[in-house]
């Protein structure tokens, strides 16, 4: 079965880094898609980056600059490079993918990693 799993969140202090790591595991025979989602309390939840199979990312525009999404292909990982952190960037971080399951005719599918917290304090 297949399913993202989150690292690395915390506390951190404003203007300081954070690394998440987001790890796809189980029988995968393909991933189209792996990004992050952010959801502060009371807000809605909003697409932070991704990145596709072929390596085209995507970054808002609220963060771009400041946040990348690297890959390792070989582990199946997505991470979130988190820089020049403040108070707006707490939020609850949640991993997503749409990827496809080993089988004769793979099907792709949305898959949600179980949320980790981020929260920067000033």
């Known amino acids: 079965q297949v399913q993202l799993v989150e690292s690395g969140g915390g506390l951190v202090q404003a203007g300081g880094s954070l690394r998440l790591s987001c790890a796809a595991s189980?029988?995968?025979?393909?991933?189209?898609?792996m990004g992050w989602y952010r959801q502060a309390p009371g807000k809605q939840r909003t697409l932070v980056a991704h990145?596709?199979?072929?390596?085209?990312?995507y970054i808002a525009d609220s963060v771009k600059g400041r946040f990348t999404i690297p890959r390792d292909n070989a582990k199946n990982t997505t991470y979130l490079q988190m820089n020049s952190l403040n108070p707006t960037a707490t939020a609850v971080y949640y991993c997503?993918?749409?990827?496809?399951?080993?089988?004769?005719?793979?099907?792709?599918?949305?898959?949600w990693g179980q949320g980790t917290q981020v929260t920067v304090s000033s």
């Open positions: 997503h993918a749409i990827l496809s399951e080993r089988s004769r005719i793979p099907i792709f599918r949305t898959y």
């Open positions: 189980g029988s995968i025979f393909s991933i189209n898609t």
């Open positions: 990145i596709t199979s072929g390596g085209s990312t």
